[in-house]
């Protein structure tokens, strides 16, 4: 087991617009509480992405933020040679876009890095509000027993490939697409009750809150992964007010 983790946050100064920073906080706080040292290394646009990090976090941001992120990762390399060697990787909302096949940003479809096998076109409707899932347990994910909960406030329509599984099936909200996007493909149900994606290393969700603050269990899922160990082998944190958080938030 690791004991000590480096958390790379990926861009924050182009895909932070919504509080997703806090993401690699939550990580670096719940490893420190378990006795371990975290430190966050921030990777600002045009800094080389390192390939060796424990855990990586990608945020959300705007149509021209998305193509910069998208552009220099892509040129960079480095977090796809981490994703190819396994590292675990979260993208939240732009973040989850960016690290798929493509999108639609300034009016065009923008290549992305294709570590998810998803393409992102545009809802008619802004989908924002609150959103609760019930997770697949598909490939990585597969230790997750409880409802995964955040606050969505999208544009994007992304429909998965085959090579990626929905994070979550929505019990509340629209996750990656409504109605009208999904009648579009032979997979419509499969699409249309799915809330973000997993493929290989990389989780990747609409959800916004931070994400990690109102799911622990999916936080220490990301920090299992970067140490090594099964989930199950970390010691249990109990936190009352993050347990308040969550039963507010489920209701």
Known sequence: ????LTIGLVLP???GTYGDDGNALVLRQRARMRGFEAEILPIKLGDAVPEDLDVYC????????QILAAEHLIADGGLTRAAWAGRPILGVCAGLQVLGESFRAGGRVIDGLGLIDATTVSLQTRA???ITSTPTRAGLTADLTEPLTGFENHLGATLLGPGAEPLGRVTRGIGNCDVAAS???????RQRFAEGAVQG???ATYMHGPVLARNPQLADLLLARAMGVALGELEPLEIAVVDKL???RLK
């Open 246 to 248: 969550r039963l507010e």
């Open 1 to 4: 087991m690791a004991d000590q």
């Open 13 to 15: 100064d182009v895909l």
């Open 128 to 130: 924002i509000g609150e």
């Open 201 to 203: 290393s990389v989780i």
């Open 183 to 189: 009648a579009d493909v032979s997979d419509g149900t």
């Open 58 to 65: 990608l945020g959300g941001g705007e149509d021209t933020a």
